[in-house]
């Protein structure tokens, strides 16, 4: 896995602090024997797929060191109806963003700490997204 340079989840950028990702691309293609006893090869369309994981990630915006969104709104979009999210990353500061439409297929998280002075809490977490 790699650090994640930018990260945007619906057009809300998320704090790239310590996120870990990895993409992969499906290839859907499918072998077709013609009559004249041919093969042929048609390909759909691929399908892109990201995984991220973070390590101590806070709660809210305000604990983020860049004021990104954070657990709290990954969350939302985990759980909101209809699941269809606009992704949009880049793994290299000077690359080509790439963007597609997905949804969150897999989501867990883990609690670290709770900070009874600043009312955060820090979460182990890790999510999917798949091309729509």
Avoid: W
């Avoid at 606009?86 to 867990?108: A, H, K, M, T």
């Amino acid at each position: 896995m790699a650090y994640v340079k930018f990260l945007s989840l619906d057009g809300q950028e998320l704090t790239v602090g310590g996120a870990k990702f990895s993409s992969s691309e499906t290839i859907n293609a499918s072998n077709v024997e013609t009559s004249a006893g041919r093969q042929k090869r048609f390909f759909s369309r691929n399908k892109k797929s990201l995984q991220v994981q973070y390590n101590y990630i806070p709660s809210g915006e305000s604990h983020a060191f860049d004021s990104r969104k954070a657990r709290d709104y990954i969350y939302s979009l985990a759980t909101k109806s209809p699941p269809k999210i606009l992704v949009n990353y880049r793994d290299d500061p000077n690359g080509v963003d790439v963007e597609f439409y997905g949804f969150i297929d897999q989501y867990s998280e883990t609690i670290l700490r709770r900070d009874p002075v600043s009312q955060c809490i820090y979460y182990n977490l890790s999510f999917s997204v798949e091309e729509a």
